[in-house]
């Protein structure tokens, strides 16, 4: 009886360590195929570190923290950013695309701390007073505050009336649809770098559309505006003289 108890203590006892022996086998497969350094593996893996990294991936996760709306332990309505562009015009914002979803920000979100190019130069020669930065991208659906592509100078009236149209965009996102929208701003008043004008727009267009996580269409809308000059401070042209203007005609909107 005895025997019969010390083989089958010796055989759980062989079993036991031909387990272990396959765990360690097993485990070694598991690291053999982590490790794989085949070429075209090495490849993809430099391409995704590539894309990871470049510039644009950079911003997005930028965008994303600054929409997360978790503050201080406090969740608050948040904007997912599902994809945006830009595009400049000699450094000038000049388009911004982007689809979103969630929930609008608070009022006040993402508020201009950037100046836009050429803020300077427009300030040493004209009344800034009622001169705006105005979002490309709205600020409440996202649009950063912090990002010159997306800012441009424009008087009060011009950002109060893009603002009017920029709610039934807002709107939409919050009954839970995908909100498409893009702006367009052109530059006309000159083509002289060296003039201030040169960084003022003169026209500025803003549309949106929403759909449903399906892809149904819901509803769309559109604005667009001239942007006058404001007052200049001390300059020998007069902005509000048509034939002193110096305008662009290839800039045509």
């Given at each position: ?75 608050q309505r948040q904007i997912d950013i599902h994809y945006f562009g830009h595009q400049e015009d000699d450094g000038r914002a000049s388009h911004v695309e982007a689809t979103v979803s969630g929930a609008t920000l608070e009022a006040g979100a993402n508020n201009p701390s950037e100046d836009p190019v050429g803020w300077g130069e427009l300030a040493e020669n004209f009344i ?126």
């Amino acid at each position: 009886m005895m025997n019969t108890r010390a083989d089958k203590k010796q055989e759980n006892k062989s079993k036991s360590g031909q387990s272990g022996s396959l765990q360690k086998k097993k485990s070694g497969d598991v690291a053999f195929r982590m490790a794989d350094n085949r070429p075209e593996i090495l490849a993809q893996r430099k391409l995704q570190a590539m894309a990871n990294n470049s510039p644009q991936a950079k911003i997005a996760t930028q965008l994303k923290a600054v929409s997360s709306g978790d503050v201080d332990g406090v969740v608050q309505r948040q904007i997912d950013i599902h994809y945006f562009g830009h595009q400049e015009d000699d450094g000038r914002a000049s388009h911004v695309e982007a689809t979103v979803s969630g929930a609008t920000l608070e009022a006040g979100a993402n508020n201009p701390s950037e100046d836009p190019v050429g803020w300077g130069e427009l300030a040493e020669n004209f009344i800034m007073d009622d001169v705006f930065r105005m979002h490309l991208w709205n600020g409440r659906l996202g649009g950063p505050g912090d990002k010159a592509w997306n800012l441009t100078p424009g008087l009060r009236d011009v950002n109060t009336s893009m603002a009017d149209e920029e709610v039934n965009a807002q709107a939409e996102v919050n009954d839970g649809n995908m909100v498409d929208l893009w702006t367009d701003v052109a530059y006309g008043y000159t083509i002289d770098d060296e003039d201030p004008r040169y960084y003022y727009p003169n026209h500025i267009s803003f549309n949106w559309r929403s759909q449903t996580d399906e892809g149904d269409h819901v509803d769309e809308g559109a604005w667009q505006s001239i942007v006058p000059l404001p007052d200049e401070a001390d300059m020998d042209w007069d902005p509000n003289n048509p034939n002193d203007m110096g305008l662009d005609e290839t800039n045509a909107w």
